[in-house]
């Protein structure tokens, strides 16, 4: 969950403006606090984290003047967790507890339509038929779910690299930038830009949609061409899958024009999954305006998703043990054991393991929109921050998900504040997302529709 802070010393660093000379920075921030979240399972979290309106982090950054209007750079950044001191963290749930959406199997699978031979036992039959498939199905869920959490969720979770936030060389040009290597992806850098919160807090847009993630953040192996004149900004990027387990290619673009006064923006990402399908897909809109002592901001994505990247395996998985447990004959054994009548293996063979496979992949499938507009104005050494955001998901899971709040920030220095965050999550239906922070995620309520507080406060310092 990157902040607009490294967007915008990642964008200085490839505006026309050079140095003067050859220069070589490290950069920083260290964000701390205390953190009271409620509506999680096993009860209130009250936690000292890092990262409530930043994430922690530092990084080096280089500039060459190479003359005649070209300029040499780079920028490595680190990850820092300042409670613990790694590069990575779980969610406020845990990094095992599953929403209803993956984890349950009533929630997951629809039910499989079972006949049975005329008789007094058929109505029993078929129950039985249903209930050691449902068994079947919560055992390889939880099998699967397992497998899920463990690598998806938290954030740089089974990751030893050490530049995790952005790694990239760029050469800039009297006709633009060219930058290779782990960078932020054009859509993520607009709703950076037009984001109320400039991605800080648990009140930022993105958190209502943070898991699974509606938007991707960054991208590995990705070029990318830049130009920046004046207030219009302007990017093309594409980056390859290079054999990844869990995703393909990726193109994104976007074109923005901002003022002290005004702002618009328009951009998307696109990519495929590991099978070269079409995966998620996120188009952004954005504008602002200065309005009184503030600033107006409205951002919206619509978000697209029909292909899941990184769940081939998973699938694989699950039509396996649902066709070995059919063709080893230990589903119809378990029918027959329950009830008498030797039909197990009859009502085996009217599992639809296609129907069901189809099934778990639809918990990961996305279609939704997401708004936010809020409001922002500083006075002095004071800053106030309100905005409402929601997700409106179109799946059948009906995870809708509003968040409102308002945050206070003191500035004591130019490079240290204080910070005072609440917000509201108020989950409709099937929505189960809790609020995280600017460098951790929230996960997961305790069951759809309970809704999620979050208080919190600290101290930032940049350097």
Known sequence: MMKKTALILALAAV????WAQSSVNIYGILDGGVSYTTGIAGGTRKQVVSGIMDGSRFGLRGNEDLGGGYRALFLMENRLELDTGSNSNLP????????DRWGKQSAIFTPTAFTAPAGPTQQALIGTASAVLGGVLQSATDQLGAALSAGSFGVNIGNT???????????????????????YTPAYELNAAFDTMGTQSSLAAGQVAAVPAVIDIRQDNALQYRIQQGGLSASLMAAAGEGSTSQGRFYGAMAMYKTDAYGVGVGINTKQNELGERSLRTITLGASAKIGPGTLSFLYNDISNPNPAGISRLLGNLRGALQGGITSGAIAAAINARVPGGQGAFMASQI?????VNDYKSAFVQDAAAFSIGYRATFGPHTVYTAFNRLNDKTRFNGDTDSYGVVYTYALSKRTDLNFVATHFDNKAGGQAAPGQAGFLGGFTRAPGVDSNNLA???RHRF
């Open 15 to 18: 505006s026309p403006v050079g």
């Open 92 to 99: 406020v749930s845990g990094g095992t507890f599953l929403p």
């Open 161 to 183: 690299r050490f530049w995790d936030r952005q790694a990239y060389v760029g050469l800039v040009t009297p006709f633009g930038g060219i930058l290779a290597g782990r960078q």
């Open 352 to 356: 639809n393991v296609n129907n069901l």
């Open 457 to 459: 406060m600290g101290i």
